[in-house]
């Protein structure tokens, strides 16, 4: 992580340029997708800068939350400003008071979350990035059997490699998808919840978000049945999915993340790994034979 003072002078002036003097300045050390994560007091009133030197993922990644800003109709925070200068980008976004949200068992928070979950869902992607494109059908589990077999020991890797190649399929449509939901991404303060770290936006199908909560309720202390049951409650966008998709998602994010943690590094790669997996092995277990990725696949390509 790089702090405020260690930035360059030409990068602290053009933000200095936007906001006025700064008098004080907070990094933010937990976070892994910018070289630069900081609170600045300024001129102009708090705000809150993200910066990424070089071109990576990680700058694309910025570059989304730029352009996402316009998509969310204020579910997300407002871009203040915007500089590319040399090898560093460098963004200011409006400044979001508030705390994660809890999604423990009976947290009051949870009503929060349906409602600024089911908004996402209702917003549409306009020109996001196609999940059905950013979700390739990748075989994962292929990839895992070739590259790290001791990590799929014990999984039906043909079973697996269906579902995984049905998910792009049945996540298609044209709704806003944030991508990476979790009770982090969740600020809860004064007036409606609002929603941060859009890195991985995409259009795509209304089911697709409320398929991560359920993920992170489990993650959260959830048993995956009642997860489920809350998420078809109270999240409008799971209530045209079947267990047929959650079970794609399941096996599809079990497979790419496990294969993640054989080829990067990073905190919470394994944790969330093993997290996946194990949703993925229940939902499995749910899902009776003649309902299977090949009954789907069949139902779903005749309609493409």
């Known amino acids: ?37 900081a609170v600045l007091d300024t001129a102009a009133g708090r705000v809150f800068v993200k910066g990424v ?31 590319d200068l040399g090898d560093w980008l460098v963004v200011g976004f409006e400044y979001l008071a508030g705390r994660p949200a809890d999604l423990s068992p009976g947290s009051p928070d949870l009503s929060v979350v349906a409602d600024v979950v089911n908004r996402i869902g209702a917003r549409p992607g306009d020109d996001a990035r196609p999940l059905r494109t950013r979700f390739g059908a990748v075989d994962w ?4 059997d070739a590259d790290a077999p001791e990590l799929v020991e014990g999984w039906d890797l043909v079973d697996a490699a269906r579902w995984c190649a049905t998910f792009p399929l049945l996540a298609d449509g044209d709704r ?40 992170r309720l489990i993650e959260a202390g959830h048993e995956p049945a009642a997860a489920e049951a809350w998420a078809r409650a109270h999240l409008t966008g799971l209530r045209g999915a079947d267990d047929a998709h959650l079970t794609a998602f399941a096996v599809y994010l079990a497979g790419m ?10 905190p919470g790669l394994h944790h969330r790994a093993r997290l996946a997996r194990d949703y993925a092995a229940w939902r499995l277990a749910q899902v009776p034979a003649e309902v299977g990725p090949a009954h789907y696949r069949r139902s779903l390509e005749r309609t493409f």
């Open 176 to 215: 806003l998808v944030h991508a990476d939901l979790h009770g982090d991404q969740i600020l809860i303060g004064d007036g409606p919840a609002r929603v941060i770290d859009w890195a991985f936006p995409g259009s795509g199908a209304a089911w697709v978000d409320p398929a991560f909560v359920v993920l």
């Open 1 to 37: 992580m790089t702090t405020w003072q260690e930035l360059p002078d030409e990068v602290r002036g053009a933000v200095r340029g936007h906001v006025g003097p700064v008098s004080s300045a907070a990094e933010i050390t937990n976070g892994r997708g910018s070289d630069l994560a």
């Open 141 to 144: 589990w292929g990839r895992l």
């Open 257 to 266: 993340w496990t294969h993640w943690t054989s080829t990067r590094t990073g």
């Open 53 to 83: 030197e070089g071109v990576s993922p990680r700058m694309r990644h910025l570059r989304n939350e730029i352009t996402t800003g316009t998509l969310t109709g204020g579910l997300a925070p407002a871009v203040l400003f915007a500089e």
